[in-house]
Nanobody
């Protein structure tokens, strides 16, 4: 059974930083791209960042470029999201997700391209 467990969320002031982690079990982690999405109250779940299986390529939503960094440690079956210069509009539940396809050349950005999802971790940025 595949499990994705996020951690690292919390309350932070604007301008602060947080590092999210997502530990994956039940599948061969190093074969799959990983992504982070977020969902604010009353809004659709949106793409934040993604990374290929080998970490060769990453992609980011325009709203987080230059502030967020996605990375992974295939030895630890874990993907990370380093979030710096946080803004109140970054407040949301953050979800990690695992790709449907092995060894994709480009990191996927659409929800439909992900097969497994974590339960989410709340990030709240106060002004």
């Amino acid at each position: 059974q595949v499990q994705l467990i996020e951690s690292g969320g919390g309350l932070v002031q604007a301008g602060g930083s947080l590092r999210l982690s997502c530990a994956v079990s039940g599948r061969i982690f190093r074969r799959y791209a990983m992504g982070w999405f977020r969902q604010a109250p009353g809004k659709e779940r949106e793409f934040v960042a993604s990374i290929t299986a080998s970490s060769s390529t990453t992609d980011y939503a325009d709203s987080v470029k230059g502030r967020f960094t996605i990375s992974r440690d295939n030895a630890k079956n874990t993907v990370y999201l380093q979030m710096n210069s946080l803004k109140p509009e970054d407040t949301a539940v953050y979800y990690c997700a695992s790709d449907t396809t092995v060894y994709r050349n480009l990191p996927p950005t659409r929800k439909s391209e992900y097969e497994y999802w974590g339960q989410g971790t709340q990030v709240t940025v106060s002004s």
